[in-house]
Nanobody
Framework: VHLVEPGGGSVQAGGSLRLTCVAS????????MAWLRQAPGKEREGVAS???????IYAESVKGRFTFSKDNAKNTRYLQMNSLKAEDTAVYYC?????????????????WGQGTQVTVSS
């Protein structure tokens, strides 16, 4: 199982970014995935989770601003981030597990991407 996260970047507050996570090594329709983030000096926190059926949940801090979507044909998951705030600045990780659940808890995931930096300037 291998997760790759191209993208990330820098944007001004109020702007948008889309994160991408490409999975390989197992069937795309049989895993649950999450995006988590870690800011300097803080614990890694769950941002959004999606199950193989397409249901999703979000942390309160991003609800209404972030949207998790998937393209099974490309084994790819996306996190569209709108109305970004300075406090969204962090390293963002995609994580996955071969199971059917929704979770924002980092310990529920066994497979991780390398992380990508998102910087929002105010």
């Amino acid at each position: 199982v291998h997760l790759v996260e191209p993208g990330g970047g820098s944007v001004q507050a109020g702007g948008s970014l889309r994160l991408t996570c490409v999975a390989s090594g197992y069937t795309s329709i049989s895993y649950s995935m999450a995006w988590l983030r870690q800011a300097p000096g803080k614990e890694r926190e769950g941002v959004a989770s999606i199950d193989p059926g397409g249901r999703s949940i979000y942390a309160e801090s991003v609800k209404g601003r972030f949207t998790f979507s998937k393209d099974n044909a490309k084994n790819t998951r996306y996190l569209q981030m709108n109305s970004l705030k300075a406090e969204d600045t962090a390293v963002y990780y995609c994580a996955a597990d071969v199971a059917w659940f929704l979770s924002l808890t980092k310990n529920d995931y066994n497979y991780w991407g390398q992380g990508t930096q998102v910087t929002v300037s105010s």
